[in-house]
Structures are given as C-alpha cells and as structure tokens.
C-alpha cells in the first residue's frame, strides 16, 4: 500500500480507508431485544501512548472492522514505556483518535487505566473529562478524582493471575472501601482470553455491573484471530439510542452483559432475550399421528452457535437431547411422541438447557420451548 | 454414531436425522427477485445406482443441509458398473430417494442421463415418468422417449474435455438437429468445476437456456469443501412459487442464472436484480462542503463477495476505482467532490462493473448507482 | 464430472483416481516413536451393506485421502435395512472394497459388528474370516464363532445413552463372562465424536485394550468436518512394520492409543514418546547474566496444538505457567533468573503438565524438561 | 492481557512475548535450493514514525511470528504525518526496533523510502548509515547520497495507479538515468495485493533485481489474512548464510525471487529448485502390464499449491492432464500405457508447466519428469 501526498490534506477522515480506499465491516450478529439495541463495545484498550503497539486512529478504524458500536481507549496512568519518544500528556491518545471517530461515527469514550498493585490492582475510569489529573500519589486521590469527574470506574481482570499468583479472584477490604463509598461501578468478568467465574458471583451477590473487555495491546487480528479465537470479548450494553449517553445511562442502571468466545455470561433477563430474538422455530404446532416423526426446524440468525442440552424428561412428546444450532445457520430436528397410542390435543412446552449462556458460576440459562401438540392414534 | 434397532421403523423419515438426531442447514445466502423465488437447484447428480458412490436418501439429506431447494437424481441409463449388486431398474434411485424427500420438503425431480459418445455426448433429461423406457438402441430414440415423457432435455458439460479433447465446446449438427425439432432445451454453462464460456455465447445466440449443475458421484463435501471450494455449482430458478411444478414452468420460461464459486452468470435482467437485492447502499445522498470526504456505506447481506471496479470516469464526485463488498459484510468507502469549488445540487450516477457477475464470455454486468448530491463551497 | 464408457476397463484401480484423476492425501502428523512405526487406523465403520450411505470402494479412497494407514469395515451382521436391495451376504462390502486396498496400499482388515442390546451391546469382531457365520440366534454364538475364526474381539461405546439411557458406561456381568474367557480384547474409549473417561478407568484396572473409531455412517467430510471438527477419532497402533500382520500382533500386545479431535489418549508410555518426538526444544543450554531473560524456542511437528501448564514451581528459573505449541509451528518463550545475584553453573528440570494428553479419567501426561543452565551475576 | 510495572525491566526482550509469554511462530515452508538457504524477507514497510500506525518493536515481533527471516524498516523521508508527536529523526524507527531484533534474531536493515513525484517516484534504499542524511531538495541529491553510504536502491510498486494513472507501468528517462549509472538495483514486481507483469519483463531486460514486498502500513494481520490473503508478500533471498552481510552479497548477486499468495515468480533457475525441492515424486519407476494403471505419488512438503498442466502428448505413458498437489499434502495420480500391447524398457520423460510458478510475463516454469519404464505386454 502506498499513500500519496495528495490524500494528506484528507487525512483525518480517509485514514480510516484502506488502500483500496475502503474499509470492510464485519457485523456481530447479536440482536436488540424488547425495548433496547444492543451496543458492542470494548472498553479496555492501550495504544503506543501507554505500553501498546497502535497508533489511536488506528484502533478505531479496526473497532469499525470488527463491527463494534463503542470503544473507550484506556492508556495507563502511571506506565508509560514510551514517554521518551510520545511524551506524557495522558489525553493525547483520545484527541488523537476524536476526528476519525467522528467521522465514521464510532463512539468513542475518554478512558484511562488506574495501575497500582493488589489491592486495588487496576481500575478503569471511564467518562474522564481529564486523564492528566488523575496522575496522583495514592491510588485514592486518583480514584476520587475520577469519581469527581463523573467517571464510571470498574476493577479490571480481577482474577489475573499477575496479580493473585494463585488465579483466584480474591476480594480485598480496598474494594469493600470503594464499593461502600459508591465509586465501584463494577468488574471485568471476562478481559483478554480469560473469563473469572466468581467475579460474576460476587457482581451477583454484590448489585455490582459486568463488563467483557480486550485489554488489547497488539492488533486485535493479531491477539484473538491468529490464535483461533473469531472476536474480542465485548461487553454488550443494552441501550435506548446509540449514543454515548445512553451507554453511560445503560451502564448506571447495569444493563450488560458480556460476549465470549461463544459464549454470552450475565443475567437470564437479558439472555433469554437474545436468544429467543436469535432463534426463529416452526412450525409452532406438532400435528401427527400413531408415533411419526414431525420435522421441526430452528432458525439462528446470529453469530452464537447455541449448544442446548434437554432438562425436562420426555412426556407426550420426545425431543432430542441435545441440540446444536450452528451460528447464521438452521437445524432440523425431529420430534415424535412417546407412546403409540396418544390422542392429545393441548400444548407441551420442553425445558432446554443453553450451555453458552451463562448466568452464574455453575449455571447456564434454561429456556421454555412451547408447541401446539395435536396427536391422533393411529 | 449408532443406529439403534427401534428407529427402523422411523428409518423413511429419520434418515435425515444425524447423529445428534439434528441436521444442521447452511442457507445459501441469494435473495429473491422482485416477482420471483430464488431457488437454488442441482439437476445432475448420480448416485449408486449408476457410478456414484452414494445412496439416493443421501443426496436429499445433502442437499438440504446445504440449503438447496431442489435436486434431480440423473443415472445413467447406460452405463450401470454395480448392476452385479443392485440390478438395473433405472428408477430405483429416486423412488428411494422419494420418501425423505417428502418428509422433508426437498424438492426431487426425477430424471436420467443418456450417456453416448459424441456428437450428441450426454443429454440429461429431467421430469421423466419411466427412466427404463430411455434405455434404448440410438441416442435419438432414447431423446424421443424422453420427449414423449415430457422430459427437459440439455446438453452436459458442453465442453468436457474427455469428449472434447481440446478443451473447446464443438457444436455439431446433432445438436442443431435437436435444437431444430424443439427437443433441445438448454446447455449447462458450469458442470462440477468446470465454466464454458463458448456455451453462454450459445446459449445467447440461439435463445436455450442455462444452467450450472454439480455432476456429482462423491459426496460433495468430498469433492468441493475439502478442495477449499465452498459450494457446487447451481442452478438458479426464478420461480413464482416453491414447487416442481413452478420450476418447470420457469426452466420453460429461461429464467435461469448460474451460481459457481463466487460468480452468477445469466443474463443482465436477472443479474442486476440480484444485486440490488444484495446491496443496500446509504447514505443515498451526498452531502459535503469543499472537497471534504463523505462515508458511504454498502450493506451486502448475500453470500456473494462482489467486486466492483469503477467504469463512468469522474464527474463531480471522485469514486473509488475499485470496491469489494465482502459476502455478510459491509464496506465503507469515501467519496469527495472533484475540485475545491464546486456547488452543485442535483443527482450523480457512478457506474460500476461487477467483475464477478458475468453476462457474456467476455462482458461483466454494469449497475448503475445513483445519488442525490449537494455540495457547497468552502 | 463425467466418468467415461471408456474408464470401466481400469475400474477396480482407477476408482480411487477422482474427477482430476488425483486424489490428495492429508497426511496425519503423528509422529514414529522409539522401535515402532504409529499408524493411523479407524476400525469402525459402515457401508450401503449395512446402515451406512457409502459404497465399500469409496471407504477406502476416504481413509487414503485423510491419510489413514488401515481401516476395518464393520458392517452390523444383524441389521441390513437395504437388504431388498442389496441382498444379505455379509462379506460382499469388504469383498467390492479390497481391490481398490490392494492398488491403492491401504490395508483393509476385514470387520463386522454384532449388534445386540445391552447387555452385551454391540460388540465389532475383526479380522474375521467370513462374516456370514456370524450370524447366529444368540449374541454368545455370535462371539465364540468369531473367537474361533481368530477375531480380534472389542466392545463399542459403552457409553453411548442408547443403550446406557443415563449416558454412564455400565459393566455388566456378561462382559465379566466375555472377559473371563479370554474372548474381551478391549473397548472403544472413544467413538463418533464422543469419548468415556470411565472406559479409559476399565482398560488399566483390567488389563484392556483401547480404540478409537468413527463408527461413520455417512461421508468423514459431512460427519466431521462440516461440524468444524479436523478429522475423525483414530486407534494409534504401534507396530513393528506397515502390515495387517504386524497391526495384529500389536493389538494382541496393547500397543494402542486414541488420537481425537486435538487429544491423545493412553498409555504414558506411548504418549510421552509421542510428545519428545513432536517437539524439539533448542537451545538445550540456558546461559544468561543477572535476571536476563533469555528465548527458547519449541518446534511443534506434529498435527497436535500442545496445550502446556507448568506443574513445578519456579526454582532458580522462572519458566511461563502456561505455554502452547501450535501444530505445525514453533512457540519461543523467555526463560529468567528467579532472583538478582544468582550463580549456577549445573542442570534444572521443569515438569509440564500436557493438559491434552490424558493418562487416566482425571490425569494427564506430565513431561520433564531438562536444561543445562548457566547464570552468572550481574 | 495486561502488562505489570516489574515487566519494565526486560522490556526489551520480552516485548517479543504476548500475553501468555510467548510467540508463536508460522514457518514459511519454502524449501533451501542447492548451494542456499532461502531467506524469507519483506524489504518494505511502514511504523507510526511515517504514516503507519505500529510501534516499531512490533514490526519485528510480527515478522518473526509469519516466520521471516529479515525485514527493513523503510519510513518515509519525505512525508512524516506524525511529526507533531514524534518529531523527524529518521533513524529512530531502526534504532527502537533493534534491541528487540538482536534479542531474537530476526535479521533488521535499516532502510528509508525516498518518496517523490512520478518520475522517478518512490524509491527505497536500505543498507543505509544515516537516514536523516537523505532528506534532501532534489530526489537526485537524495538518491545520490543513498549511494553514498552504499545503500541497495530500488524503484517501489512502478505499476502503482496512485502515480501511473492508467494502471500501467511506465518506464521513464530518470529510470535510465539511474539505471545508467548504476544506481538502481531493481524493482518491485509485487507489492501489497498487487503484481506487475511489465516490471518481470523489464528486470529481464536490463539484468535488474526483483523483489515482492508487503508495503504494510497497518498490521499484516488486518492488511492480509482477514482479507483471506494467506501471507504478506515476500523476497526469496538465495544466500551462503542466514546475516545481514549475506542477504547483501545476495541481492548483489541477483539472486531473488518473490512469492506472494501462491505464486513465485523469478528466474526459471531458481523457481525450478523451489520446485524440486519441494515435491518428491515415488516410485521413480513405472512396471506395469498391459494397460494396467500405476499409481505415483508426489509429497508437497511446501505451502505452495502447485497446479501442473501437462506440456508434452502422451507417448508410451499416459499422465494426467491436471495435477494439483496441495501445500504439505501428497497426491496419488494414475499412469498407465497408452496401447495394448506395449513392450517397453528404458525411460520416459513427461514435461509438466507449472502455472503458479511464473519466469516471464506470460510463461510459467516448464518441469520435466523422468521415470524409468517397464511394460510388458499382457
């Protein structure tokens, strides 16, 4: 790729244009649900003006690639590697990222990463009006000064093993100070390739907001896709408009919820909500006779391959016992009743077991499938 | 897996079930037309009753979790190399195939190939009534058969090289004899993973239809996924409804169009059609301020990646010479005004070709794209 | 493709020769270990003579292209559903497939699977001298003429919840009988695309065999690979040459073990062997200054992404937690003083555990690496 | 991932290793010829210090885990976007990306991009002293102290419509000029996506050296493989011994070729060796009877696909029209006489073109194959 001298003049907008001079958006194909959109976001992030390896426009041209709605660029305060060469004015890397973020019409959010040892460990502070003040001694000075800001401030990757040597999340009387005095917005259950099962009880236990996060340093394509792994984790945010205020309403009132791998991890209310705006099945209705099977088909039209086990025990009718539904693609299954002789006319509704939906440590979410049931004997 | 005594007697609709008793479909993104289904069709495949290697219920469950709408099981009627084992009724195949059909709701249209040396080569007919009855002592007594029967009756792989040995589809007065009588219907453009151009040119000239089919013995997983080809080849049918019946009538209208690996060749009328109702572009206005770029957005929700490359020189605005609009992805490119003071108000075509959709050997389809401008001067 | 009259003469050795009149072979990179060759073998599978769709020969150009050495075909001897079709001579599907094995080098012993509830279940007897005498009123009639044709005897998966409906392996008193009697060779650990810690438990408390078969039914291509899993469950066999005979001995000997989706499964013995012939470790000296790090880097030969923990705490070396070693490519790691002022001039060993290398239910193969190792101060 | 305040220390080596500490490397699997060892090097690329937007550091990183030997870091000298936060010391790229270079032994020049109106338009130089040196008024003065300090000088993407409008390559009187004075080495025939046949027939012409590089500005990840595009474009380089000085004797010498997708195009000596080297084709004899096919296998130990179509008429032997064998795959294929009754002693030669290997323009690199023959008459 060569870019001319001709395109400098242009070079705030075009930059997010690739030599070709365009630039190619790959959806996330999870949908909105009953009275609110559903925003991708990614709200831990580094740049060459903290300890990473891009230049800010760059992470919102790759953010647009990946199909996300929102980022926040979150430089650390008190690590900067680079500042022989960049400096240290804690808000350049959100200046600089602003025009093209605009421009394409990216959300992006002011951000930084408050860096200490455990306890606290590291916190993010998003919605900062100035990065640059929140270069304290303390960490307290520097969380209340976030909070005087009016940043939403959560502990990030409390189960990094950097920072509790034997992997588990542990809780310490820091964030008991910080939960109580109201700065704590909430946690990393998922950052990077990691996910921290009992984050997500204490958010429970707690009343406390989840977010998924990259914590990304490198290129994204570089650190998930050349390892396998098809996206970032995102935190879902459940949105009236697609604005920034409205994710900072959303994530006050803690409507999230966190994308995985192929998994989504958070509370059943907006789960089963996405999955019932996921999958489509018909017929509604189970009409047969004597034990002939009946084709049913369930149609995914979102990018999670949804893995379901049978909780309920056969009655009339005898679904399988697992099922997959491959993202963006149908199953056809079928469904028989379970004696030879049934003459039923009323409905039936069958429990499945969505393992990929997680609720809490060790649960995942239970989905009520209902039908029509007319069965003549043969 | 295990195939358990007690589903014999499920066995005519539980064929189609796989291991997990589910059967997962690919839909094959190609969207219908106005006043038209799309449906996606295979009118040439063998199976073991003739040199496939496959049994017929097979190739319905194949189908399906392919997402087609519609295949012909065509046999040979000559050449049967397991007749020791499995005879020689050369209907057997799709009265086997029949019952999942059914159940299932693919469409199966019965059918045959005469198979002779060249001229003619091999001829398929499709809506046979007896396939025993093509088994006859010339070429031209069996195609007679056929055409009492009612039969579609095209040409197969025009230019096949081990018919055709160098390479370049003949026509021979065989073929105008039953291009004259009316028996002669079409020709297939693609045939496995072969395309003839010389045969859309036919095609063209003398007003017989196309299609594109995917001659299969193996598995097709075998003989294109695993060569990191994605699809078969198929034949598109523009049909009023989703029946055999309809895709009669619309195989005796020509309206047909060829999907092979990422190109639809057919004619214009249909071929623009399906573009337009793959890609959505916004914003449909243009509106900017001095040479200032403005983000335009192409939403592509088909399978296919096109490839446009830019045909009308620059006017007003300045297109990128080249686009490609990934399959279930979108692209944002820029568009600037041309020089630095212009004012205009009024609308701008751009024309694009789309390299991968062909009308003629050497001719790709031209769309035009309209916009409503306004652009002020600095 | 078109096969043509032509092509019938050479049949028998070109059936392998596809459309291209090539067929391609992904080889298994599994490596020889010390004294043995490790061949790749699916013992377990079905054909249009029993409940399969797939014509004998087709079996055989199947295994070659996945790189296969050996496979058995098992037809069920009670369960011929297109037994109007095709007859019931239970030695014809090994019969049509064997000169295709001979041309080709693929070896092809000789199955069939006596398909009987549970207890027994089913139960594969192979190299079997004529299948049809296997077919007999009681399931013991059935095993005692295979044991007295020489066959080698193994019991299918026992977990499968088609006969074990809570999906736990159950050992009943008639595999204690078969046991006790010499005539239990061993068991399928895995199968399809399921695999039984409890059966792996049997095999060591009893001195059994283990194996891994497809027990495919429909094409390796839509079973497996459509469902994005790599290849199919293998029988890892140890032997002293390429040969059915040699194939024998080392079953009678044990020298077996299981090679599914990105797991190996069995013996230490084998396994560990498995792994120090996949990865080479260089430099095999750690020569550093102070607590400077120093790279190491391990080449990964094999089809086998190697998914390592560190079990060993850190002593004078800081080695990484965790390490994986993709298939096929190489990982460097830094390695580091633990402490500032260290002086050693000797050797340290630090233990992995290979967390996809499984040795018993809830155990997996640790493997020491040994370095020379050389630290000066700073 | 997240990055701890004690990591400072050894920033400079462990900024090569990720998250879980460490890297993972891709070989690129082109083999060594006779005499060489093939280098895998990118002469052309881009870091935030010009218009890209990586950190020098991760240039190297990236290129060691594509598994490259070498890269230059080429910056522009002209045109320096970032100068309000970087400044314009032009050496600074080099000099960041050393230590990490030394540390793990990927071979780094130091190079620059003069980058200047068409003619000449952009050239690089690499092996350069003092890259500050060569900003300069005149692209003369420009190039004339590139030479100076000994640099090697080619003529980037000459095909580049940014600076050829109408897409073709154009050779111009300052091409002569410098050629004349032996200042420029050679061209790019391909660079980033795109190749130029015309640059391949000029570098034959005048005796000029060829390279293929990738020009990357963004991450090679995002630039390439989510485009589906397997790696970057590279220069083979043929030299003594894996240093910096011999890559330099090498290019001196001309001995370079470009692989890029699937494709190497370069002189037929080199190309032929790549291919020899690459596929091993057993038996080496072919002993049949009568029309008996034979089978032959070819090993592709490589990651180039190579597509064969035959060259010469069947003779005594008949040999597939088309071959292809796949990257690290194997092929079996089918030879057999070409007449009944044959009787044959001595050797034969079957000429094969290789189609994705490209010496001229429109010629690609003809290979022949010898094999011993015995027929005998049946």
């Known amino acids: 790729m060569k870019r001319s001298f001709a395109s400098i003049l242009l070079l705030t907008v075009l930059t997010f244009c690739g030599a070709a001079q365009n630039l190619s958006i790959t959806p996330v194909r999870i949908p909105d649900i009953e009275g609110y959109h559903t925003l991708k976001c990614d709200f831990h992030m580094h740049t060459v003006f903290s300890d990473g390896d891009l230049w800010p426009e760059f992470r919102v041209k790759e953010a647009l ?207 089963k909500q996405i999955f019932t705006h996921s999958v489509a099945i018909t017929p509604g209705e189970v009409a047969t006779t004597g034990r002939k099977t009946v084709p049913v088909t369930a149609v995914n039209s979102s990018d999670l391959t949804y893995r379901l086990e049978r909780v309920s025990p056969t009655s009339v009718l005898v679904f399988p016992e697992e099922l997959t539904i491959p993202a963006g693609q149908s199953t056809v299954f079928g469904v028989r009743p379970s004696a030879d002789s049934l003459s039923v006319n009323g409905s039936v509704t069958v429990v499945y077991r969505v393992k990929n939906m997680i609720v809490a440590p060790d649960r995942s979410l239970e989905v009520p499938l209902t039908f029509r049931v007319r069965i003549d004997p043969k």
Chains 1, 2, 3, 4 share one sequence.
């Open 65 to 271: 690639s990946e199909g996300l709605d929102a980022i926040a660029i979150t430089d650390h305060i008190e690590y900067l590697p680079k500042k022989a060469w960049l400096g240290s004015d804690r808000n350049l890397s959100v200046q600089i990222a602003r025009p093209v973020a605009t421009a394409t019409g990216l959300i992006l959010i002011p951000g930084a990463e408050i860096t200490r040892s455990m306890p606290p460990g590291h916190l993010n502070a998003i919605f900062v009006q100035d990065a640059n003040a929140l270069s304290k001694e303390t960490w307290r000075d520097a969380v209340a000064e976030a909070r005087k800001q009016g940043a939403i401030i959560f502990w990030n990757h409390p189960g990094w093993k950097g920072q509790q040597p034997d992997g588990v999340a542990r809780w310490y009387d820091e964030h008991t100070e910080i939960l109580g005095n109201g700065t704590l917005w909430g946690m990393e259950v998922a950052n990077h390739t990691e996910w921290y099962p009992q984050v997500l009880a204490w958010a429970r236990e707690k009343g406390l907001g989840i977010m998924g996060n990259s914590d990304s340093h490198e290129p994204i394509s570089f650190e998930f896709s050349r390892r396998g792994i098809a996206h970032r984790p995102m935190t879902l945010v459940f949105v009236k408009e697609r604005s920034a205020e409205s994710i900072r309403e959303a994530l006050l009132a803690k409507r999230t919820a966190v994308y995985r791998e192929n998994e989504v991890i958070g509370d059943s209310l907006w789960l």
